[in-house]
């Protein structure tokens, strides 16, 4: 039985909604909690399908619990009950796109609608995973004073609200309204709220509006910049490639490709070994990998997700290596990435770790590095019996 958890902090709000939602027990079953942590408590606890949270709560609030819920419990759909009551924060929040909200007072009938509709499975109108720009306009909206501390991959930014304006951001080097145009366009975020911002005076004169839009402006032009000099399997020449010259550095034998077409063994791999099968298992729960193909670095393909693609397992095979034998060439440490853009626009991420080589096709607009960061330290302890 799918449950809802409801949050709230006010007592008979929730003893009405328990009641209301007796008529509807053949379909799911209610937990509720009075803030945010005491529903960080119940999903520790129990399987929640579903959550239906206010936002201005004590101790944590919801803003703090959607934040938590995108990132730890990503794929739990989440309805937001407001009270904004105009109609322009109507249109902006219906233009946002990513969130499912209901407003106070509660039309129950829509409530219940939403929710059956919320359990039937991941929808475009609810948050999961919530993207930053839409948080970022909700704490706008809600004309929010609050710190947030934003983590994509490596990098980590800050940013200031005073009132729901957005005052100050700072990134590495980067101060006030730059920092902002770079953190906007991060994926993949992990947000932290502090209720209290230290920034007194706007250092940012900019609207947010602005700022969002400057700042996917930038990030496109960061990303067909990065496109042109990553290359293009189209334009990459596989007879030009040239395997042949070796590093200097004999403690590493390179990595030959086998002359025989690559070959499928996938059931007998993920049986024999289980850290190929938990990386296999932390390839499939990444939603933004469209297809992903493991083989090992003779070109044997040892697993695909998606659809299989055996031209393709060849190709990144070849990049491997050659990236392989001229990070040995010119002594640089530790295995980075490859990247290419490809012409429909999606991105090819190349690892390669000690005995297997894997090959991801994400979206055009995911940012690769986090997860590279995410599976490296599994893939580097993947070994291969002989």
Same mark, same amino acid.
Request: net charge negative.
């Given at each position: 039985?799918?449950?809802?958890l409801?949050?709230?902090?006010?007592?008979?709000?929730?003893?009405s909604?328990?009641d209301?939602?007796?008529a509807?027990?053949?379909?799911?079953?209610?937990?509720?909690?009075?803030?945010?942590? @005491?529903?960080?408590?119940?999903?520790?606890?129990?399987?929640i399908?579903?959550?239906?949270?206010?936002?201005?709560?004590?101790?944590?609030? /919801?803003?703090?619990?959607?934040?938590?819920?995108?990132s730890?419990?990503?794929?739990?759909?989440?309805?937001?009950?407001?009270?904004? /009551?105009?109609?322009?924060m109507?249109?902006?929040l219906r233009d946002?796109?990513?969130?499912?909200?209901?407003?106070?007072?509660?039309?129950?009938?829509?409530?219940?609608?939403?929710?059956?509709?919320?359990?039937?499975?991941?929808?475009? /109108?609810?948050?999961?995973?919530?993207?930053?720009?839409?948080?970022?306009?909700?704490l706008?909206?809600?004309?929010?004073?609050?710190?947030?501390?934003?983590?994509?991959g490596?990098?980590?930014g800050t940013?200031?609200?005073?009132?729901?304006?957005?005052?100050?951001?700072?990134?590495?080097?980067?101060?006030?309204?730059?920092?902002?145009?770079?953190?906007?366009?991060?994926?993949?975020?992990?947000?932290?709220?502090e209720?209290?911002?230290?920034?007194?005076?706007?250092?940012?004169?900019?609207?947010?509006?602005?700022?969002?839009l400057? /700042?996917?402006r930038?990030?496109? @032009?960061?990303d067909a910049?990065?496109? @042109?000099?990553?290359?293009?399997?189209?334009?990459?020449?596989?007879?030009?490639?040239?395997?042949a010259?070796?590093? @200097?550095?004999?403690?590493?034998?390179?990595?030959?490709?086998?002359?025989?077409?690559?070959?499928f063994?996938?059931?007998?791999a993920? #049986?024999?070994?289980?850290?190929?099968?938990?990386?296999? #298992?932390?390839?499939?729960?990444?939603?933004?990998?469209?297809?992903?193909t493991?083989?090992?670095?003779?070109?044997?393909?040892?697993?695909q997700?998606?659809?299989?693609?055996?031209h393709?397992?060849?190709?990144?095979?070849?990049? #491997?290596?050659?990236?392989?034998?001229?990070?040995? #060439?010119?002594?640089?440490?530790?295995?980075?990435?490859t990247?290419f853009?490809l012409?429909?626009?999606?991105?090819?991420?190349i690892?390669?770790?000690?005995?297997?080589?894997?090959?991801?096709?994400?979206d055009?607009a995911?940012?690769?590095?986090?997860?590279?960061?995410?599976?490296?330290?599994?893939?580097?302890?993947i070994?291969?019996?002989?």
């Amino acid at each position: 039985m799918k449950k809802v958890l409801i949050v709230d902090d006010d007592e008979s709000f929730l003893l009405s909604l328990i009641d209301g939602f007796k008529a509807y027990e053949d379909n799911f079953t209610i937990s509720t909690a009075n803030d945010g942590l @005491e529903a960080v408590a119940t999903l520790k606890k129990e399987k929640i399908s579903l959550v239906l949270t206010d936002l201005k709560m004590p101790r944590m609030d /919801g803003f703090e619990l959607v934040a938590h819920l995108s990132s730890t419990y990503p794929e739990i759909p989440v309805i937001v009950m407001t009270a904004f /009551g105009t109609p322009e924060m109507e249109d902006n929040l219906r233009d946002m796109g990513t969130f499912q909200y209901i407003e106070k007072p509660i039309d129950f009938d829509v409530l219940v609608e939403k929710i059956v509709k919320g359990l039937k499975g991941p929808s475009k /109108g609810f948050i999961t995973g919530v993207s930053l720009s839409s948080f970022l306009q909700l704490l706008e909206l809600d004309k929010k004073t609050c710190t947030l501390n934003i983590q994509a991959g490596s990098k980590s930014g800050t940013i200031y609200f005073q009132s729901g304006n957005l005052v100050d951001a700072a990134y590495d080097k980067l101060r006030a309204k730059d920092a902002a145009f770079a953190i906007v366009g991060w994926k993949n975020v992990e947000i932290e709220i502090e209720n209290a911002c230290s920034v007194k005076e706007s250092n940012i004169k900019e609207s947010l509006g602005f700022i969002l839009l400057e /700042g996917s402006r930038l990030k496109d @032009e960061n990303d067909a910049t990065e496109a @042109e000099t990553s290359g293009s399997l189209d334009s990459l020449n596989m007879e030009d490639l040239d395997m042949a010259f070796s590093a @200097e550095d004999d403690s590493q034998p390179a990595m030959q490709p086998s002359k025989t077409p690559p070959s499928f063994i996938q059931s007998e791999a993920m #049986a024999t070994n289980p850290v190929l099968a938990q990386f296999i #298992a932390m390839l499939s729960s990444f939603p933004e990998i469209e297809s992903a193909t493991i083989s090992t670095i003779d070109g044997n393909i040892l697993h695909q997700l998606g659809e299989p693609n055996g031209h393709l397992a060849n190709f990144i095979t070849y990049v #491997a290596i050659a990236a392989d034998q001229i990070r040995m #060439a010119i002594g640089a440490a530790g295995r980075q990435y490859t990247l290419f853009t490809l012409t429909n626009g999606s991105k090819l991420l190349i690892l390669c770790g000690q005995d297997v080589i894997v090959g991801i096709q994400v979206d055009a607009a995911v940012f690769p590095e986090p997860i590279a960061d995410g599976l490296r330290p599994v893939l580097s302890r993947i070994r291969l019996s002989s």
